[in-house]
């Protein structure tokens, strides 16, 4: 599990993903995770393995501040993982349960967004170091959110989702864009925290799509640790932001999800069209996942050309130097510099 980004905040779910009184099963980075939402509203996450005889904690219940196992009733405070009752215990056998734990993790709902932090630390109990991302405008009930489980480890899920070039192949289809429409682009960027943007820009008027929003849309998009990518569209002062999130569940499989949030009016009535439009893009990709894999499967070597693949690049280069800081016990330094890339699509 080591290749995957760890001490740090992962995305695990949208707040309507966990109803009051519900424990859901999500796998991260190779740990069973369940989560839960307390009946005053709070989110919590518990490793999903009940450390008595193995029993997923998702499948038992909420008691006040405890969940229950559903094959023995032991039960877990929801802020510590630590055990609070046996009910097999006779009165003559006192013993401190609460030295029986479960895995516990620093869980924070912001706005829409449920983020887990996952430590190399199993152990690790209390604040993390970082916060977890914020976006002001995921405040808002999503307007429409799909997931895919793409059958790939996360840094090709990643690679492929910052890759501009695929889009005429991949993504060829007469309402959106062809090879012939392929042409020059040049597009600055620049470091950010965990990661780097695109500057803002006007996008590609080969992008019908785009049109329909009405007035110039200016868009920048940004991508952080551990595989965090946002376009935000500005019209005016309205906003569409686009929130993708691509998550390892193991080492061949990898969660996508991607949560829309608008205040566009045309965007919301056009919402069935866009949903369909989004599918089938994701539908696209998870398509060439798999091609992939034939070759991949061979273990072949592989190429990362110039300013084209120059974000896969920059993807590996904070993976690693995220990984060298934390070994080390020192401040992340972002390997990203300022640079204007360019390359046709
Ligand atoms: S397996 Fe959970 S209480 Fe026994
Ligand atoms: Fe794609």
């Given at each position: 599990?080591?290749?995957?980004?760890?001490?740090?905040?992962?995305?695990?779910?949208?707040?309507?993903?966990?109803k009051?009184?519900?424990?859901?099963?999500?796998?991260?980075?190779?740990?069973?995770?369940?989560?839960?939402?307390?009946?005053?509203?709070?989110?919590?996450?518990?490793?999903?393995?009940?450390?008595?005889?193995?029993?997923?904690?998702?499948?038992?219940?909420?008691?006040?501040?405890?969940?229950?196992c559903?094959?023995?009733?032991?039960?877990?405070?929801?802020?510590?993982?630590?055990c609070?009752?046996?009910?097999?215990?006779?009165?003559?056998?006192?013993?401190?349960?609460?030295?029986?734990?479960?895995?516990?993790?620093?869980?924070?709902?912001?706005?829409?967004l449920?983020?887990?932090?996952?430590?190399?630390?199993?152990?690790?109990?209390?604040?993390?170091?970082?916060?977890?991302?914020?976006?002001?405008?995921?405040?808002?009930?999503?307007?429409?959110?799909?997931?895919?489980?793409?059958?790939?480890?996360?840094?090709?899920?990643?690679?492929?989702?910052?890759?501009?070039?695929?889009?005429?192949y991949?993504?060829?289809?007469?309402?959106?864009?062809?090879?012939?429409?392929?042409?020059?682009?040049?597009?600055a960027?620049?470091?950010?925290?965990?990661?780097?943007?695109?500057?803002?820009?006007?996008?590609?008027?080969?992008?019908?799509?785009?049109?329909?929003?009405?007035?110039?849309p200016?868009?920048?998009?940004?991508?952080?640790?551990?595989?965090?990518?946002?376009?935000?569209?500005?019209?005016?002062?309205?906003?569409?932001?686009?929130?993708?999130?691509?998550?390892?569940?193991?080492?061949?499989?990898?969660?996508?999800?991607?949560?829309?949030?608008?205040?566009?009016?045309?965007?919301?009535?056009?919402?069935?069209?866009?949903?369909?439009?989004?599918?089938?893009?994701?539908r696209?990709d998870?398509?060439?996942?798999?091609?992939?894999?034939?070759?991949?499967?061979?273990?072949?070597?592989?190429?990362?050309?110039?300013?084209?693949?120059?974000?896969?690049?920059?993807?590996?280069?904070?993976?690693?130097?995220?990984?060298?800081?934390?070994?080390?016990?020192?401040?992340?330094?972002?390997?990203?510099?300022?640079?204007?890339?360019?390359?046709?699509?």
């Amino acid at each position: 599990m080591s290749d995957f980004v760890q001490d740090i905040w992962y995305f695990a779910g949208l707040s309507s993903d966990i109803k009051t009184g519900d424990l859901i099963r999500v796998v991260i980075a190779g740990e069973p995770i369940t989560l839960g939402r307390k009946r005053d509203g709070i989110v919590f996450a518990l490793r999903d393995i009940c450390p008595h005889r193995a029993a997923p904690l998702s499948a038992g219940r909420i008691i006040d501040d405890a969940v229950e196992c559903p094959y023995h009733g032991w039960k877990f405070g929801v802020s510590d993982g630590a055990c609070t009752d046996i009910p097999a215990l006779t009165e003559a056998q006192a013993m401190d349960t609460t030295r029986i734990k479960v895995r516990h993790f620093p869980t924070v709902e912001n706005g829409a967004l449920i983020w887990v932090y996952l430590s190399s630390d199993k152990r690790f109990s209390g604040t993390p170091p970082i916060d977890p991302p914020r976006f002001d405008f995921a405040n808002r009930k999503a307007l429409m959110s799909d997931a895919l489980t793409l059958n790939c480890h996360v840094d090709h899920a990643v690679i492929g989702l910052m890759d501009p070039a695929h889009g005429p192949y991949v993504h060829r289809q007469w309402w959106w864009r062809s090879a012939k429409s392929m042409h020059a682009k040049s597009k600055a960027f620049e470091p950010r925290e965990r990661g780097f943007a695109m500057a803002p820009h006007s996008p590609s008027s080969n992008s019908f799509a785009y049109k329909l929003l009405g007035g110039t849309p200016v868009t920048e998009i940004t991508f952080r640790l551990p595989g965090i990518r946002t376009e935000n569209i500005k019209v005016g002062d309205k906003t569409l932001l686009s929130f993708t999130a691509v998550t390892p569940i193991d080492a061949t499989r990898t969660h996508i999800r991607q949560v829309f949030f608008t205040d566009i009016l045309t965007i919301r009535l056009l919402k069935p069209i866009l949903k369909m439009g989004a599918r089938k893009f994701l539908r696209q990709d998870a398509d060439m996942v798999d091609l992939q894999q034939m070759g991949l499967k061979f273990d072949p070597n592989l190429m990362l050309i110039e300013d084209a693949d120059t974000q896969a690049k920059w993807y590996q280069a904070l993976k690693k130097e995220w990984a060298a800081s934390k070994a080390d016990g020192r401040d992340f330094v972002n390997p990203v510099k300022a640079k204007t890339l360019h390359w046709k699509s």
